[in-house]
């Protein structure tokens, strides 16, 4: 079976991918150098799993590690997911994105090219097509950005599109990943205040944090708060699953969105995220963030076409698997 390398493994969508991948009969191997990850997760992983985990720890900004690890194990793919992913920090720190983001990137093709391994699969993002009116978005909507990480993701892309026809790529944009694993074992676990509604919202739900701030009203949708297209990180996971094997049979390049192609609102979030944990969870209404669009939704009919790939899970799934992982961590911190 194809064995595949996970840069950025031990990280929420990452980790969650493992798992999939296992699940679906592949060999991983996770380097990561657990900036963004917590120590625990390739226990966790493996208790989940039950097999041995194997990790390099490593960073992409160093090449010597990333040939440490073609040098240890037979890579056949490769998942890259080692990156920033903060976009009102890379306003303020554009070239550490830069660095990171693009200059990682370089680094894991280098590393590939001297390993003999020329399938990638790259995470993307729907923040490279930028504000639009066009909704739901098509993949051959033109690409700009709003932001240093927006950019970083544009280029990602570019880069990819210039390598020989000997690679296999696979350029997956990710809408709005939310939820956890239905072991409620693994999940997403910021340090700090949350940037993202779901986390923020667990962290009301918890009693950590008072209340959400429900950033504008006045947007022109259905109850006037911003509108996304919600994706659970389990059928997330899966998308990657299905884009490798299409590399690996077919070695046909491909680029999609990977969302519901469902739009729900911040208020519709707010419901079902109460109903999940049984309480309703405090909010007012603030101004409009920055750079917030109105609208963010995926035209799902390509990565349906091209990988058979449909996410099934809803909102009320999103939401209830999420409150599990949260609420299941604050009984064992207790
Ligand atoms: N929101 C609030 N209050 C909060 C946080 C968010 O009202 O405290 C609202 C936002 O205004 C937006 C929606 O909830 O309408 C979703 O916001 P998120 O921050 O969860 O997600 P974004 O859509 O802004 O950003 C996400 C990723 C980015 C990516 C972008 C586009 O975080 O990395 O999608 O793909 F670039």
Request: aromatic share 8%.
């Amino acid at each position: 079976m194809a064995k595949i390398l996970l840069t950025g493994g031990a990280g929420y969508i990452g980790s969650h991918t493992y798992l999939a991948l296992i699940d679906a009969g592949f060999e991983v191997v996770i380097f990561d150098n657990f900036s963004n990850a917590k120590p625990d997760v390739p226990a966790r992983l493996q208790d989940i799993a039950g097999d041995r985990v194997h990790v390099v720890e490593g960073d992409v900004l160093n090449r010597t590690d990333l040939d440490a690890a073609f040098a240890a194990h037979q890579i056949d793919g490769v998942v890259h997911f080692a990156a920033k992913k903060a976009v009102g920090e890379s306003v303020e720190k554009p070239l550490d994105y830069m660095h990171t983001n693009v200059g990682g990137l370089l680094n894991v093709l280098a590393a590939m090219e001297a390993g003999g391994c020329r399938r990638i699969v790259f995470s993307s993002s729907a923040t490279v097509y930028g504000d639009t009116d066009v909704q739901p978005i098509p993949e051959d909507h033109p690409r700009t950005y709003t932001s240093p990480y927006a950019f970083t993701k544009i280029a990602g892309e570019q880069i990819l599109e210039q390598l020989t026809d000997d690679w296999a790529v696979g350029i997956l944009r990710y809408f709005n990943p939310v939820g956890a694993h239905r072991s409620a074992m693994i999940g997403e676990d910021p340090e700090d205040i949350p940037n993202n509604l779901v986390p923020y919202i667990a962290k009301v739900a918890t009693g950590d944090l008072a209340k959400l701030s429900v950033f504008g009203d006045d947007y022109d949708t259905p109850d006037g708060t911003g509108v996304r297209d919600y994706i659970h990180v389990e059928d997330l996971a899966n998308g990657h699953v299905l884009s490798l094997k299409r590399l690996i049979d077919t070695g046909e390049s491909h680029t999609v969105n990977l969302g519901t192609g469902e739009g729900s609102s911040v208020l519709d979030v707010v419901r079902a995220y109460g109903a999940a944990c049984g309480d309703d969870i405090a909010y007012a209404i603030a101004p409009r963030r920055d750079g917030d669009v109105a609208v963010l939704t995926a035209r799902p009919d390509k990565a349906k076409a091209e990988l058979g790939f449909e996410a099934t899970r809803t909102l009320a799934d999103m939401c209830r698997s999420s409150w599990a992982w949260v609420s299941g961590q604050r009984r064992n911190d207790k």
